[in-house]
């Protein structure tokens, strides 16, 4: 059973840092693109970054570069997500999601395509 357990979601101030895992499990890492999605209230779920298994390329959603830096430990099966001067915009539930058959470049503009999800971890900025 494929399973994507994210963590490190929490409440920071405007201006603050969170480094967000991702444990994956049930499949072959390096077979799967593996990303960073999110969902604010209200909002269509977007993407922020996906590493593609075709290339092992990372690909970042235009308006997402600059704050946000995805990583991958593939020893440990597990990506990460460090947000740096968050913003109340960066307010949202925060996804893990794997897809077998694309490039992450597909998926980052495209989440609905994705194959499984993790349960999200919620990240909150206050003003």
């Known amino acids: 059973e494929v399973q994507l357990v994210e963590s490190g979601g929490g409440l920071v101030q405007t201006g603050g840092s969170l480094r967000l895992s991702c444990v994956a499990s049930?499949?072959?890492?390096?077979?799967?693109?593996i990303g960073w999605f999110r969902q604010a209230p209200g909002k269509e779920r977007e993407g922020v970054s996906c590493?593609?298994?075709?290339?092992?390329?990372?690909y970042y959603a235009d308006s997402m570069e600059g704050r946000f830096t995805m990583s991958s430990d593939n020893a440990k099966n597990t990506v990460y997500l460090q947000i740096n001067d968050l913003k109340p915009e960066d307010t949202a539930v925060y996804y893990c999601?794997?897809?077998?058959?694309?490039?992450?470049?597909?998926?980052?503009?495209?989440?609905?395509?994705?194959?499984?999800w993790g349960q999200g971890t919620l990240v909150t900025v206050s003003s």
């Open positions: 590493i593609s298994y075709i290339d092992g390329n990372t």
């Open positions: 999601a794997v897809g077998r058959r694309y490039s992450g470049l597909y998926y980052v503009h495209n989440p609905r395509y994705l194959d499984v």
């Open positions: 049930g499949f072959t890492f390096g077979d799967f693109s």
